[in-house]
């Protein structure tokens, strides 16, 4: 037992040196030639392992043989490349250059050089220019051929070494003075003994020097608004050579209404003349005759232009251009209505309405005893509140009236004088609509000034001056929006006043009226409360209605809504119908069914954007006939 007590100290020991070894067992003995072969033989075994080893090394040599090669390949065509490069490209280039006058005459025959330089010792075959031509570009030779209104193509020759090879381009030039008008060209090659196609790229640019075209114009300096007016425009060609399809255009300004036209357009409405062909020395004239009305001292612009017209692309190519600019001419006596400030635009039905009426005498004289008077409509305006400053309404003239007994200044005006007259007055409302006829209303104020004590070197002359101005009124877009649960298309059910915890249904009507215009895309919004559930429209006669079950809104839509509807039509309704469940906190509380009710939409006549809000609806159902107060608030 000491000695197994000793081992095991020693096996367990910190400081043990070593794991101990197991002893090795000795193999058996072969005896002298047992199991060796007495001759050498191939085994199938390491014949299998040679023939692998074998195709193996084949492999490698091949792709070794192969990589060797695509080297070799890329080593020689680069060394080839470079040796042509050196020996064929290298002492020179190829040169492209567009040759011509820097300045021309506009519609005239010009004549470019496109010039190709070899400075190469290879010849240069397949070649091609192309020309991209600017807007004012016309080819002689109707048989060029080209690509498109803008392009040409060219073939070249093949150009020897050394050599030069020049095409030359005849071209009209159409376009203004001091327009800069650029020609690009592209040259397409092959150097012999090369697969691959180069090109060379220039660019020439010429400027319109000169343009062959005079364009006059004849028309009054000034003339009164209202008066015929005569403009006679002329042109004249100074070009050596014919200029091909030339048209005038001339355009109207507002306020002149053409009466005649000689010769008359040849295509209509555009107020385009077509001249045609215009041989050297030609000369056209066109006159027009028309009134023109405007303000006093307003210039009107007749802008005119000569040149090259594409109708299909109603587009121009200008070659000379002017303006007639006649002047509307001051009256003797003048006078100008506004009405807060402008001249046009809209008023709203019960607007109150403050407007002047600026007067001047235009005489190199004074003159006495003037009178203004500005007539209104009676039948827009709510006469119990006209109010003109320092005048008064004359009955008789329907018209407000300032004359040298109300407004001192009236009296005398010296020469160049002028004032303001001041006036305010409500627009109606409602407007007079008693028949369907009866929309689309326009305030017109006409304002009148004359003297009755004229200068004697005036007896007889019109001093008189009218001035006129009108305004839109616009419709009304009324909202009227109520909840009720007696008055219903179908029965609401639930507890009335509404109970905690226990829904009650109830009915949403939504009621549209306009005014005397037509309104189009008209739409209700609204959004349930919280509690409230969507049951579905129960009625609508006009339009439809939707329910946003994501966001909570209904949308009532109506794409027309017609003048006096509301008035001499229905008004336009839509019922729907929601539950209301209230909760433990409105107990005693009057809670929201919808709110954030608007409606919106758009004056088909004034343009204008046109809106209507109404009250959160309730559980108050004050406008439900049947109902009482005891039934609106909520119980437990």
């Given at each position: 037992?000491?000695?197994?007590?000793?081992?095991?100290?020693?096996?367990?020991?910190?400081?043990?040196?070593?794991?101990?070894?197991?002893?090795?067992?000795?193999?058996?003995?072969?005896?002298?030639?047992?199991?060796?072969?007495?001759?050498?033989?191939?085994?199938?075994?390491?014949?299998?392992?040679?023939?692998?080893?074998?195709?193996?090394?084949?492999?490698?040599?091949?792709?070794?043989?192969?990589?060797?090669?695509?080297?070799?390949?890329?080593?020689?065509?680069?060394?080839?490349?470079?040796?042509?490069?050196?020996?064929y490209l290298a002492p020179g280039e190829v040169a492209l250059s567009v040759l011509g006058l820097e300045e021309v005459t506009a519609g005239e025959v010009v004549t470019f050089m496109v010039q190709i330089e070899n400075g190469t010792r290879v010849a240069l075959r397949e070649g091609l220019i192309t020309l991209a031509l600017p807007a004012g570009a016309m080819a002689t030779d109707p048989e060029d051929p080209v690509l498109g209104p803008l392009r040409r193509r060219i073939p070249v020759a093949d150009v020897p070494p050394g050599?030069?090879?020049?095409?030359?381009?005849?071209?009209?030039?159409?376009?203004?003075?001091?327009?800069?008008?650029?020609?690009?060209?592209?040259?397409?090659?092959?150097?012999?003994?090369?697969?691959?196609?180069?090109?060379?790229?220039?660019?020439?640019?010429?400027?319109?020097?000169?343009?062959?075209?005079?364009?006059?114009?004849?028309?009054?300096?000034?003339?009164?608004?209202?008066?015929?007016?005569?403009?006679?425009?002329?042109?004249?060609?100074?070009?050596?050579?014919?200029?091909?399809?030339?048209?005038?255009?001339?355009?109207?300004?507002?306020?002149?209404?053409?009466?005649?036209?000689?010769?008359?357009?040849?295509?209509?409405?555009?107020?385009?003349?077509?001249?045609?062909?215009?041989?050297?020395?030609?000369?056209?004239?066109?006159?027009?005759?028309?009134?023109?009305?405007?303000?006093?001292?307003?210039?009107?612009?007749?802008?005119?232009?000569?040149?090259?017209?594409?109708?299909?692309?109603?587009?121009?190519?200008?070659?000379?251009?002017?303006?007639?600019?006649?002047?509307?001419?001051?009256?003797?006596?003048?006078?100008?209505?506004?009405?807060?400030?402008?001249?046009?635009?809209?008023?709203?039905?019960?607007?109150?309405?403050?407007?002047?009426?600026?007067?001047?005498?235009?005489?190199?004289?004074?003159?006495?005893?003037?009178?203004?008077?500005?007539?209104?409509?009676?039948?827009?305006?709510?006469?119990?509140?006209?109010?003109?400053?320092?005048?008064?309404?004359?009955?008789?003239?329907?018209?407000?009236?300032?004359?040298?007994?109300?407004?001192?200044?009236?009296?005398?005006?010296?020469?160049?004088?002028?004032?303001?007259?001041?006036?305010?007055?409500?627009?109606?409302?409602?407007?007079?609509?008693?028949?369907?006829?009866?929309?689309?209303?326009?305030?017109?104020?006409?304002?009148?000034?004359?003297?009755?004590?004229?200068?004697?070197?005036?007896?007889?002359?019109?001093?008189?001056?009218?001035?006129?101005?009108?305004?839109?009124?616009?419709?009304?877009?009324?909202?009227?929006?109520?909840?009720?649960?007696?008055?219903?298309?179908?029965?609401?059910?639930?507890?009335?006043?509404?109970?905690?915890?226990?829904?009650?249904?109830?009915?949403?009507?939504?009621?549209?009226?306009?005014?005397?215009?037509?309104?189009?895309?008209?739409?209700?919004?609204?959004?349930?409360?919280?509690?409230?559930?969507?049951?579905?429209?129960?009625?609508?006669?006009?339009?439809?209605?939707?329910?946003?079950?994501?966001?909570?809104?209904?949308?009532?839509?109506?794409?027309?809504?017609?003048?006096?509807?509301?008035?001499?039509?229905?008004?336009?309704?839509?019922?729907?119908?929601?539950?209301?469940?209230?909760?433990?906190?409105?107990?005693?509380?009057?809670?929201?069914?919808?709110?954030?009710?608007?409606?919106?939409?758009?004056?088909?006549?004034?343009?204008?954007?046109?809106?209507?809000?109404?009250?959160?609806?309730?559980?108050?159902?004050?406008?439900?006939?049947?109902?009482?107060?005891?039934?609106?608030?909520?119980?437990?």
């Amino acid at each position: 037992m000491a000695r197994l007590e000793d081992i095991r100290r020693k096996l367990y020991a910190k400081d043990f040196p070593e794991q101990p070894r197991l002893p090795r067992e000795t193999p058996p003995r072969r005896l002298a030639g047992e199991g060796v072969e007495r001759e050498w033989r191939e085994t199938e075994e390491s014949k299998t392992l040679l023939e692998r080893s074998s195709l193996a090394e084949l492999r490698e040599r091949r792709i070794s043989r192969r990589l060797l090669v695509a080297i070799l390949s890329l080593v020689f065509l680069g060394a080839a490349g470079f040796v042509g490069y050196t020996l064929y490209l290298a002492p020179g280039e190829v040169a492209l250059s567009v040759l011509g006058l820097e300045e021309v005459t506009a519609g005239e025959v010009v004549t470019f050089m496109v010039q190709i330089e070899n400075g190469t010792r290879v010849a240069l075959r397949e070649g091609l220019i192309t020309l991209a031509l600017p807007a004012g570009a016309m080819a002689t030779d109707p048989e060029d051929p080209v690509l498109g209104p803008l392009r040409r193509r060219i073939p070249v020759a093949d150009v020897p070494p050394g050599g030069k090879h020049i095409e030359e381009v005849r071209l009209r030039l159409f376009g203004s003075s001091g327009e800069r008008q650029t020609i690009s060209a592209t040259y397409r090659y092959r150097p012999e003994n090369i697969q691959s196609e180069l090109l060379r790229t220039a660019e020439f640019t010429a400027a319109i020097g000169r343009v062959p075209v005079v364009l006059s114009i004849e028309a009054p300096e000034r003339v009164g608004s209202g008066q015929e007016v005569a403009i006679a425009v002329a042109v004249d060609s100074e070009a050596s050579v014919a200029l091909p399809d030339l048209a005038l255009g001339i355009e109207f300004p507002p306020g002149f209404t053409l009466t005649a036209a000689d010769p008359p357009s040849a295509t209509g409405t555009e107020r385009i003349w077509l001249l045609g062909p215009f041989e050297p020395g030609a000369a056209r004239k066109v006159t027009l005759r028309g009134k023109l009305s405007g303000e006093p001292e307003e210039a009107k612009l007749f802008p005119i232009r000569v040149g090259r017209y594409d109708a299909a692309a109603k587009a121009w190519l200008v070659l000379a251009e002017g303006a007639a600019a006649p002047q509307i001419a001051s009256p003797f006596l003048f006078v100008r209505t506004t009405v807060g400030g402008a001249r046009e635009g809209t008023l709203n039905p019960g607007e109150r309405v403050s407007g002047s009426v600026f007067f001047r005498n235009s005489l190199p004289q004074k003159i006495e005893n003037l009178s203004v008077v500005l007539a209104i409509p009676e039948a827009l305006v709510a006469l119990e509140s006209v109010r003109p400053e320092r005048g008064f309404y004359d009955v008789s003239r329907r018209a407000l009236a300032w004359n040298p007994a109300s407004e001192p200044r009236l009296r005398e005006l010296a020469p160049g004088e002028e004032g303001t007259l001041a006036f305010s007055f409500q627009v109606k409302d409602p407007l007079p609509i008693r028949s369907f006829t009866d929309k689309n209303f326009v305030l017109g104020l006409t304002a009148v000034i004359d003297s009755l004590s004229p200068p004697p070197e005036y007896r007889g002359a019109l001093l008189r001056y009218e001035d006129r101005v009108a305004f839109k009124l616009a419709s009304r877009l009324a909202l009227a929006a109520r909840s009720a649960f007696y008055d219903s298309p179908s029965p609401n059910s639930g507890p009335l006043p509404p109970k905690v915890r226990e829904a009650t249904s109830y009915s949403v009507w939504l009621q549209l009226a306009s005014g005397a215009n037509d309104l189009r895309d008209v739409e209700v919004r609204g959004e349930l409360a919280g509690g409230v559930e969507w049951k579905g429209p129960l009625r609508t006669d006009l339009g439809e209605a939707s329910f946003n079950p994501a966001s909570r809104e209904f949308v009532w839509r109506i794409r027309e809504l017609r003048a006096a509807t509301g008035v001499l039509r229905p008004q336009a309704t839509a019922v729907m119908q929601v539950a209301f469940t209230p909760a433990d906190n409105q107990t005693g509380t009057v809670p929201n069914l919808i709110k954030h009710v608007s409606a919106s939409g758009r004056d088909s006549f004034t343009g204008g954007d046109l809106r209507d809000t109404v009250r959160d609806l309730t559980t108050e159902l004050r406008d439900d006939p049947r109902s009482n107060f005891n039934e609106w608030r909520v119980v437990e």
